[in-house]
């Protein structure tokens, strides 16, 4: 099991953020994502690291929290050769995906808005159509 301390940000309250412990277990045949955000437990898996990552994060969404990790930001991609880990890109809109913007998808981001999935999917759509051409 792994353990990653994350910041979440009180999205009610922009100035109101809390380290929280994020555990991971790969060691089953999904990835489950377990914390505890003042007192109320969240669950996830799948057998995709990043899919695994973003139910977690709509489910801390939905009640008003985001996660401030690289795994939030809205050109968060995963390949899959990475889908069994904790490493995604942060690819930029008409580029190719280079090794130097795989990232930690818990590493700390700097970031105050903070997108769904369905929104990531939206622009992975739009990188990868920008790409082909």
Same mark, same amino acid.
């Given at each position: ?12 309250f922009y100035d109101s953020e809390? &380290?929280?412990?994020?555990?991971? *277990?790969?060691? &089953? ?7 505890? +955000?003042?007192?109320?437990?969240f669950f996830s898996s799948d057998?995709?690291?990043? +899919? ?13 929290? =985001?996660?401030?990790?690289?795994? &939030?930001?809205?050109n968060a991609i995963q390949s =899959? ?12 809109? =008409?580029?190719?995906?280079?090794? *130097?913007?795989? +990232? ?8 105050? +808005? ?20």
């Open positions: 099991m792994e353990q990653y301390k994350c910041t979440v940000i009180d999205l009610g809390k &380290s929280v412990l994020i555990e991971v *277990n790969e060691d &089953s045949d999904e990835i489950e994502i377990s914390t505890v +955000v003042d007192g109320i437990d057998e995709s690291y990043l +899919v695994a990552y973003q139910k977690l994060r709509d489910k801390l969404l939905e009640l008003g929290y =985001g996660l401030q990790c690289n795994g &939030s930001r809205i =899959g050769m990475m889908s069994r880990r904790e490493k995604i890109y942060l690819v930029e809109m =008409g580029k190719k995906a280079l090794l *130097n913007q795989v +990232v930690c998808i818990w590493d700390y981001a700097d970031i105050d +808005v903070f997108p769904d999935t369905k929104e990531q999917l939206e622009f992975a759509e739009k990188w990868y159509e920008c790409k082909k051409e």
